[in-house]
Antibody, heavy 112, light 107 residues
Framework: EVQLVETGGGLIQPGGSLRLSCAAS????????MSWVRQTPGKGLDWVSV???????YYADSVKGRFTISRDNSKNTLYLQMNGLRAEDTAVYYC??????WGQGTLVIVSS | DIQMTQSPSSLSASVGDRVTITCRAS??????LAWLQQKPGKAPKSLIY???TLQSGVPSKFSGSRSGTDFTLTITSLQPEDFATYYC?????????FGQGTRLDIK
């Protein structure tokens, strides 16, 4: 059974950094493309970043230069390093396998 | 960026009804279109990928189709558990944009 478990969210001050993790089980993350998607409470879905099986990465313009997606194949874990956080980055962050499986999400709140 | 225009933004229907939700892509995305269902307080759930392929375990009451850059999600015989918000997403080209969502509620 495929499972995705996100951790690392929390309350952080503007300008701060957080690293989100997504522990995967039931499949190899290196064999799939993996994405991060976020959702501001009560709003729609907002695509953040993707990492392909070959290692290529892409980002939404709103996070480019501040966020970095990566993975550790040995731990079967996906990461999102978030630097220079802004109030508008406040959201639930989801880890997604291709166009199939979603994690339960982790809440990031950027506030002073 | 590819814009996904989803309509309607909200829809009221009764149990047993058939409903249709549409997404229009601003450019060709081939069949790289997914449909998602989200219930309040829950993570989205993938229903359909490649425009018309049902995810494993998704009932056949859900169906998807494509006509050029227009995509349709059809839900037949609505049941109480189907009342939720539905999103389309294109994954042809980064950024993988979403439609604005369609809130389906009980009439």
């Amino acid at each position: 059974e495929v499972q995705l478990v996100e951790t690392g969210g929390g309350l952080i001050q503007p300008g701060g950094s957080l690293r989100l993790s997504c522990a995967a089980s039931g499949f190899n993350i290196s064999s799939n493309y993996m994405s991060w998607v976020r959702q501001t409470p009560g709003k729609g879905l907002d695509w953040v970043s993707v990492i392909y099986s070959g290692g290529n990465t892409y980002y939404a313009d709103s996070v480019k230069g501040r966020f970095t997606i990566s993975r550790d194949n040995s731990k079967n874990t996906l990461y999102l390093q978030m630097n220079g956080l802004r109030a508008e980055d406040t959201a639930v962050y989801y880890c997604v396998r291709a166009v199939g499986d979603w994690g339960q999400g982790t809440l990031v709140i950027v506030s002073s | 960026d590819i814009q996904m225009t989803q309509s309607p933004s909200s829809l009221s229907a009764s149990v047993g009804d058939r409903v249709t939700i549409t997404c229009r892509a601003s450019q060709d995305i081939s069949n790289y279109l997914a449909w998602l269902q989200q219930k309040p307080g829950k993570a989205p759930k993938s229903l359909i990928y490649a425009a018309s392929t049902l995810q494993s375990g998704v009932p056949s009451k859900f169906s998807g189709s494509r006509s050029g850059t227009d995509f349709t999600l059809t839900i037949t015989s609505l049941q109480p558990e189907d009342f939720a918000t539905y999103y389309c997403q294109q994954y042809n080209t980064s950024p993988f944009t979403f439609g604005q969502g369609t809130r389906l509620d009980i009439k």
